[in-house]
């Protein structure tokens, strides 16, 4: 079946920390067709994770961010140049229940207009602190296909 750009269509990737309180980096391939000019319209962002377990404390956090590079370096930072989407939630032991903070980023984003991309991989980073078990970060990303000139394609690979 051949692909339309009308047709919405995802992608999942997945990390774990290599260790407990380890930052994390997965490369996910994106279909972009460097010969054809084919790039990805990212229309929305879904995190999954940051499941807390037993023996938290105030202030334990989890951080998961779907970047432009391979070298992340703070995975959460809704500052870095290089973050798509990110999500920051730290723990507060305060209140019973204990509650999650969203700190920084989203669980979904959603933009509109897409977000136009042409490099070939985004990579899944994750951090926590305070775990005593390495967390997983799942992210699903929804696109659509589009052919573009030569200048677009060029201008968002060097974006």
Request: glycine share 6%; net charge negative.
């Amino acid at each position: 079946m051949a692909r339309s750009k009308d047709t919405m269509e995802y992608i999942r990737g997945t990390v774990t920390e290599s260790a407990a309180g380890a930052a994390t980096v997965a490369e996910i391939d994106m279909p972009v067709r460097f010969d054809a000019n084919l790039a990805v319209l990212i229309h929305k962002i879904v995190f999954r994770g940051g499941y807390f377990d037993a023996g938290h404390a105030q202030g334990d956090y989890f951080r998961c961010a779907l970047h432009k590079i391979g070298s992340v370096q703070n995975p959460g930072d809704i500052n870095d140049e290089y973050v798509i989407a990110c999500l920051h939630q730290t723990l507060s032991v305060d209140a019973t229940p204990n509650i999650i903070i969203l700190e920084e980023g989203l669980m979904e984003w959603t933009f509109d207009p897409p977000l136009l991309y042409a490099k070939d991989n985004v990579y899944l980073a994750v951090l926590s602190a305070g775990q005593a078990s390495a967390l997983t970060a799942h992210v699903l990303i929804m696109y659509t296909l589009e052919k573009v000139t030569d200048d677009v394609f060029i201008d968002a690979l060097t974006d």
